[in-house]
T-cell receptor, first 111, second 117 residues
Framework: KQEVTQIPAALSVPEGENLVLNCSFT??????LQWFRQDPGKGLTSLLL?????REQTSGRLNASLDKSSGRSTLYIAASQPGDSATYLC??????????FGGGTRLMVKP | NAGVTQTPKFRVLKTGQSMTLLCAQD?????MYWYRQDPGMGLRLIHY???????AKGEVPDGYNVSRLKKQNFLLGLESAAPSQTSVYFC????????????????FGPGTRLTVL
């Protein structure tokens, strides 16, 4: 069974810093992975999807990478802003229909 | 496009009561899902549907039933609510698989916060 771990569980940084969120998984037979953002009391917003054959995807200040051999994905946020404060979730699709989620990283960017 | 919408947004039930959560999507997606989110447990799949008239069990299906009578709607039912079903429920949808599951990006609704007393 796929297990997904996100480290750190919480992170507080000053505005402007570049930061990396980590996600590790145990089963490398994945179809794709998604990174989501969740604001308090809100739903999940899809940020990036990386297909199993890809190594990375970029959207604006966000860059996500995938290394299946090491069982890791990272989300890089450049020049962080207070508006980036949220919980970030990674999720792996390795059973066709089901996403397996990590526990999330709660990010606080201080002005 | 409204995307994925859920009703109601909040609900309080007493133990043993029943209710139905409605999910609607206007993206013509084939696949729809129901998840629950609990502190310390993350998001877990309850049931899913790969098309109109079809449903299947996910990771935590006990105590729930679903129906997909129309392509755009996916209903989640609780026949006899229990305190353990207190949670935030999210619906999601994704488009048809073209080229395999690698393209299956899921889009989520805003959630329904359910409390069972």
């Amino acid at each position: 069974k796929q297990e997904v771990t996100q480290i750190p569980a919480a992170l507080s940084v000053p505005e402007g810093e570049n930061l990396v969120l980590n996600c590790s998984f145990t089963d490398s037979a994945i179809y794709n992975l998604q990174w989501f953002r969740q604001d308090p009391g809100k739903g999940l917003t899809s940020l990036l999807l990386i297909q199993s054959s890809q190594r990375e995807q970029t959207s604006g200040r966000l860059n996500a990478s995938l290394d299946k051999s090491s069982g890791r994905s990272t989300l890089y946020i450049a020049a962080s802003q207070p508006g980036d404060s949220a919980t970030y979730l990674c999720a792996f699709n390795n059973a066709g229909n089901m996403l397996t989620f990590g526990g999330g990283t709660r990010l606080m960017v201080k002005p | 496009n409204a995307g994925v919408t859920q009703t109601p947004k909040f609900r309080v039930l007493k133990t043993g009561q029943s209710m139905t959560l409605l999910c609607a999507q206007d993206m013509n997606h084939e696949y729809m899902y129901w998840y629950r989110q609990d502190p310390g447990m993350g998001l877990r799949l309850i049931h899913y549907s790969v098309g109109e008239g079809t449903t299947a069990k996910g990771e935590v299906p006990d105590g729930y039933n679903v129906s997909r009578l129309k392509k755009q709607n996916f209903l989640l039912g609780l026949e006899s609510a229990a305190p353990s079903q207190t949670s935030v429920y999210f619906c999601a949808s994704s488009y048809s698989i073209i080229g395999g599951w690698t393209y299956n990006e899921q889009f989520f609704g805003p959630g329904t916060r359910l409390t069972v007393l």
